[in-house]
């Protein structure tokens, strides 16, 4: 989508900190509050800008509305105020925490699920949940079923479902929170590496303040319920990001700034 249409849309960012003030806006979030039919208000007043090929990290902390931005964003509740919206033509993929894979399918099936549900033919589909497999690096277990897979190998499964439908952008929920901290690392090296090579939207919600400053050019931090967007750190890292990175004084410096953000946001 270009700048032009963007703003004729109405998808135009009004936070000049906002990463690359060039590349369109995929996602705007527009004063948006949520109260829940029992009175629970879950978001206050959240606006969020995201341009194209912005990895934004969103923490806060629990029950403070994450959750729900999302599913906002992706179209699954409504507003109660204010709107999100999703630039034309982009189809939002949704990656959940626990990985949805059908246990009666062997990987490869599951992979390529999504396509062959959206219409594409067979053929087509199977190359390319091979390449997404491969992605992952899941090439050779394309006809084991999940329950042969280890936790990191199904949901890297779940993660190469939605990468071969290349989406433009990708919400992600806590996707990797179930996972011991090696493999969760692991996958975040994979994930920073496929997004280097096909690049992509996402918003991650993590409560890992690592993987945050990992991945994200820049990490949206929430208060406590109702959810306020207390701060946002722009995350000015060199990519491509390596696990060498984590090494360097100026990553641990902004974990460190993270850190004490979020205890403020807690308060
Ligand atoms: N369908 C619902 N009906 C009523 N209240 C809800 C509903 N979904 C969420 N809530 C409440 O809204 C608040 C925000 O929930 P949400 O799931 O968005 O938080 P979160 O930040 O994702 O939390 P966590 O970090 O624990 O995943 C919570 O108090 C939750 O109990
Ligand atoms: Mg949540």
Known sequence: MEETAAIASGLVADDPSSGDREAPVIVAVDHV??????????????????????????????????STLLRAIAGLTSPTDGVCRVADGVQPAFVFQQP???PWRTAERNAELLLRLSGVPRAESRRRAHEAMTLVNLAGFEKAYPRALSGGMRM?????????????????????????EITRKTL?????????????????VTHNLYEAIFLASRVVVMS????????????????????????????????????????????
């Open 100 to 102: 949805t894979l059908l």
């Open 33 to 66: 509050n949520k109260i829940y039919s029992d009175g629970t208000h879950a978001l206050k007043d959240v606006s969020l800008a995201v341009r194209d090929k912005e990895i934004v990290a969103v923490i806060g902390p629990s029950g403070c509305g994450k």
């Open 156 to 180: 890297r499964l779940s993660l190469a479902r939605s990468l071969a439908m290349k989406p433009d952008l990708f919400l992600l929920d806590e996707p990797f929170s179930a996972l011991d």
């Open 224 to 267: 406590a319920r109702p959810g306020r967007i207390q701060t946002e750190i722009a995350v000015t890292l060199p990519y491509p990001r390596n696990s060498d990175v984590r090494l360097t004084s100026e990553y641990v410096s902004f974990v460190e700034q993270l850190s004490i953000e979020l205890e403020r946001a807690a308060a």
């Open 188 to 204: 975040n090296d994979e994930l920073a590496r496929i997004w280097f090579h096909q690049p992509f939207t996402a918003i991650l």
